[in-house]
């Protein structure tokens, strides 16, 4: 897509409507001469985009995660210009050669500068999460690109970009699984050294994948879980503390299946009563602040949030656009 050959006005409506699949997007000066363009290839359970644009404002709302119930990562390496919290310092910007990650199932208020370049590469939680220590404490983080698995993830992306043109389907799907692994490994790479001490262990991420796999259990508890491990509990909880200690990790991922069960059109007979005394909340009130503190809305708005995304992919448009394959990702 390229709004070169397109008015002003007709370059904007397009971008905003091409873009606002997945963001609330405005431009932050109104005077610049506005140019658009995007590239994107789909490679099975990933895609990568290059992105250009003049200076803009990106948002994910809760009520917008809530309607169309993405659950993607992406991870965008900033090739020109800046792109950050929008409230944020310096210390908050992804310059040239960083990274910035975007967990699209959390809120975000960021900005770019004028004349701005990224590479993005976007993957499903479901793949990339398993290989994390700290899977949901990844929104916003910055890459610095001194970083040496940084370094090789661009070189990497980089040349996939260039040559993603020229493959064969089976030549794509080849190159999938080693994406993820690389994307993976600079993620942690930057979480053992912003945060050693919480996150030292590989055993963290075999205790989290057993906690994932087990939400419903109510036996699911940090005794339970270090007798299990064969650790002391003060060892769980000092492992966990990344995620805010081992009770939060559980009740959160509680309430991320919760809200999936919300959002299933399968699950609509259901109360939320019955939902939350499933996923270990016994009385709705304290289900419904819980859900509310997490998510910045309630259940009830994250029905209605679905039900209006699923209307909405009804009449989805052109589908062949990245921002569609974004959405089409599971």
Request: glycine letters at 8%.
């Amino acid at each position: 897509m390229d709004t070169a050959g397109l008015t002003q006005k007709e370059a904007i409506a397009a971008w905003q409507e091409s873009i606002g699949v997945l963001y609330d997007v405005r431009l932050r000066n109104k005077t610049d001469r506005f140019n658009f363009g995007a590239d994107a290839f789909h490679l099975g359970d990933i895609v990568l985009t290059g992105y250009r644009c003049v200076a803009h404002s990106f948002d994910r709302t809760p009520a917008r995660i809530g309607r169309d119930g993405l659950d993607h990562v992406t991870l965008q390496l900033c090739v020109k210009g800046s792109h950050g919290r929008r409230e944020g310092g310096s210390h908050d910007r992804a310059d040239p050669g960083d990274f910035i990650i975007a967990d699209l199932a959390q809120a975000q208020a960021t900005a770019t500068t004028a004349d701005f370049d990224s590479l993005n590469l976007t993957i499903p939680r479901r793949l990339l999460a398993p290989l994390l220590r700290a899977p949901d404490e990844q929104n916003l983080r910055l890459i610095r690109g001194d970083a040496p698995l940084a370094a090789l993830l661009r070189n990497h992306l980089s040349g996939l970009y260039a040559g993603a043109g020229d493959m064969s389907l089976d030549e794509a799907e080849t190159i999938v699984r080693p994406t993820i692994e690389l994307a993976a490994a600079a993620l942690n790479a930057a979480v053992t050294e912003e945060n050693a001490a919480a996150v030292q262990l590989a055993l963290t991420g075999q205790i989290a994948r057993y906690i994932d796999e087990r939400l419903l259990d109510p036996s699911l508890t940090g005794e339970a879980l270090a007798a299990t491990f064969g650790i002391s509990t003060r060892k769980l909880y000092y492992l966990f503390e990344a995620h805010g200690g081992v009770a939060s990790y559980i009740t959160r991922g509680r309430l991320q299946q919760a809200r999936q069960m919300l959002a299933d059109p399968a699950q609509q007979s259901r109360s939320i009563a019955d939902i939350a005394e499933l996923h270990g909340f016994a009385y709705r009130t304290n289900f419904v602040r819980a859900f509310r503190k997490l998510f910045g809305v309630t259940p009830r708005e994250v029905r209605a949030h679905a039900a209006e995304g699923r209307r909405l992919l009804e009449h989805p448009g052109d589908d062949t656009t990245m921002w569609h394959w974004i959405r089409q990702l599971r």
